[in-house]
């Protein structure tokens, strides 16, 4: 079976520090991964998706880059944290395109910048 | 105007009770659907999910599409206190490659 796996859960980071998030996929090749954000009482935005190693599109400009170095990891990273980056902030895997489109979950960081 | 809305709720109910969400949305494109659940400081973890007009059943969750009025439910039957949970709708369209658009997500409490 496919397992999803991301770390931290939580993480309290000062304004303008660095900002490494991972995630990783287990029981499966090829996936499409993403990146959301979900603000407190709202649905989740899409930041990034990958459909490939080293192959990332970005949603929505912001201060947050991703990366793909293997084909089941991906990394949410920022050279300087904003108060406005706080968040919770959630890895996703499907399976591709057409009929399969359903995507799967990991449990989230929550992140905090003080 | 939000692609897909989703009344926010809360919606409290009492256990046993029927549990009735519904999502509209504006984009004729949007072909696959989703719920998914979320319970507190947690990750989605998807219910049902269906590309049909129609009914799709499992368990006590019904998830019904509307494609013609671009409206989607989700129903739960004998509704238990570890329902309590937001229900997200979720939706993509064709080649869209799983990039989804959610719903603000609805606050469930069932009430013992």
């Known amino acids: 079976s496919q397992t999803i796996h991301q770390w931290p859960a939580t993480l309290v980071q000062p304004v303008g520090s660095p900002l490494s998030l991972e995630c990783t996929v287990e029981?499966?090749?090829?996936?499409?991964l993403y990146w959301y954000r979900q603000a407190a009482g709202r649905g989740l935005q899409l930041l990034f998706y990958?459909?490939?190693?080293?192959?990332i599109s970005s949603e929505v400009p912001q201060n947050l880059s991703a990366s793909r170095p293997q084909d089941r990891q991906f990394i949410l990273s920022s050279k300087k944290l904003l108060l406005s980056d706080s968040g919770f902030y959630l890895c996703?895997?499907?399976?591709?395109?057409?009929?399969?489109?359903?995507?799967?979950f990991g449990q989230g960081t929550r992140l905090t910048v003080v | 105007q939000k692609e897909v809305e989703q009344d926010p709720g809360p919606l409290s109910v009492p256990e046993g009770a029927i549990v009735s969400l519904n999502c509209t949305y504006s984009?004729?494109?949007?072909?696959?659907f989703m719920w998914y659940r979320q319970y507190s400081r947690k990750g989605p973890e998807l219910l049902m999910y269906?590309?049909?007009?129609g009914n799709k059943e499992d368990g006590r969750f019904t998830a019904q599409v509307d494609k013609s009025s671009k409206y989607i439910s989700l129903f739960i039957r004998d509704s238990q206190p570890s329902d309590s949970a937001t229900y997200l709708c979720?939706?993509?369209?064709?080649?869209?490659?799983?990039?989804?658009?959610f719903g603000a997500g609805t606050q469930v409490v069932v009430t013992p």
């Open positions: 996703a895997w499907s399976r591709g395109t057409g009929l399969n489109t359903e995507a799967f």
């Open positions: 029981g499966t090749s090829n996936p499409n």
């Open positions: 990958s459909v490939g190693i080293g192959q």
């Open positions: 984009n004729s494109a949007f072909q696959y």
């Open positions: 269906t590309y049909s007009s």
């Open positions: 979720a939706m993509s369209g064709f080649d869209s490659w799983g990039k989804l658009q």
